[in-house]
């Protein structure tokens, strides 16, 4: 299968801060087996994380076609998700269920805030540390570019079956 992200590694080297409110857009590929079954889905998205004067929580991603229709939209509002496909509202307390259920896909989204931003997780375990970045929660977290040395480019994150990159743009 064509693997549209393929570069060559840069070692890994832990940005020293991290920002609380974000947003970030790029391209996605991400490849998983569901039921015996290899898939893959690719395009773009934005994410953007506010945690506002009133200590509210607002986290917004959205999925687009390589050509910018949107495909799906995930609110975040106080830990509470909200999945949106076409006109269709999804709500339920397993984020990652859902995403399989109506995307066929799932990436691990709590996690996932802290790795885009070049680092681990805080108070988690890190279960090894490898030249390119680190495995943490069952995932190794690859960092295979980078814009500079606190903004991460390309990043390769994978658990089991399932294989995301992502390329940021800032």
Known sequence: MYDPIDVAHTKYTTPVNIDNNFDISGRFFVKNIINNKPTSQYGNFNWSYENNTNNKTIETITFNTP??????????????????????????????????????????????????????????????????????LNWNVEYLDWHDVAHPKIIK?????????LVLLY
């Open 157 to 165: 994150i994978t658990n089991q079956d399932i294989t995301i990159k």
């Open 67 to 136: 050509i910018g229709q949107t495909v799906a939209k995930i609110i975040i509002t106080n830990n509470n998700p909200v999945l949106y496909i076409n006109k269709t509202s999804y709500k339920g307390d397993d984020l990652n269920l859902l995403m399989t259920q109506n995307l066929g896909f799932n990436i691990p989204i709590t996690q996932l805030h802290y790795w885009l931003q070049g680092v681990p997780i805080p108070n988690i375990q890190i279960d090894k540390h490898t030249t390119y970045g680190f495995y943490q």
